[in-house]
């Protein structure tokens, strides 16, 4: 490979890690075709790009963005394949769900949410991990509870309250 195309690559995945909030390193090796061409699917389907990369590209390409991505470089051996996605659980909950008919892919490390996820045994963690979408909606909700209780016991006491001095009113009557 010349000069200018490992280059072009370098900066092709330095666009990439710019531009993906998160990414995870796996190790697919060891797959056979069909298997492969299964996970790529699955990938397109849930929207994650998965590459496979030479480790001294991607860590010249870590080297160049922002951000200390230094722990990653030790995991940075063997085979190598980035899977880059929009939601930060979407790859782990995919490779649980791989492995389920498969030993592959083993996961080597991770960037979610500006934090870096070292090892196979932080797959679980990763899955469990909750969108910043899901987690605004989760605020949103607990936000409106005491609110909806509120106005539900003022909706419902006002009736009484109504019924009350409909009662009093009468009485003041006679």
């Not at 990369?53 to 230094?70: F, H, I, Q, S």
């Amino acid at each position: 490979m010349r000069r200018e195309e490992k280059d072009s690559i370098i900066d092709g995945l330095q666009q990439q890690l710019t531009e993906s909030n998160h990414f995870y390193l796996a190790d697919i090796s060891g797959l056979n075709a069909e298997d492969t061409s299964s996970l790529r699917r699955k990938c397109f389907e849930q929207d994650i790009k998965l590459l496979v990369v030479k480790n001294t590209l991607l860590r010249k390409a870590l080297e160049k963005v922002e951000g200390d991505y230094e722990p990653l470089y030790d995991i940075l051996v063997d085979s190598t394949s980035v899977m880059f996605c929009e939601t930060g659980n979407t790859p782990a909950k995919l490779i649980k769900e791989f492995r389920r008919k498969n030993d592959k892919p083993v996961l080597k490390g991770a960037f979610v949410e500006q934090s870096i996820y070292l090892g196979d045994n932080q797959l679980d963690i990763l899955a469990s991990l909750k969108s910043k979408n899901e987690l605004i909606g989760d605020v949103l909700s607990l936000l409106q509870s005491p609110m909806n209780s509120v106005l539900s016991a003022l909706a419902s006491s006002g009736s009484k309250l109504a019924g009350a001095l409909e009662t009093l009113s009468e009485k003041q009557e006679l």
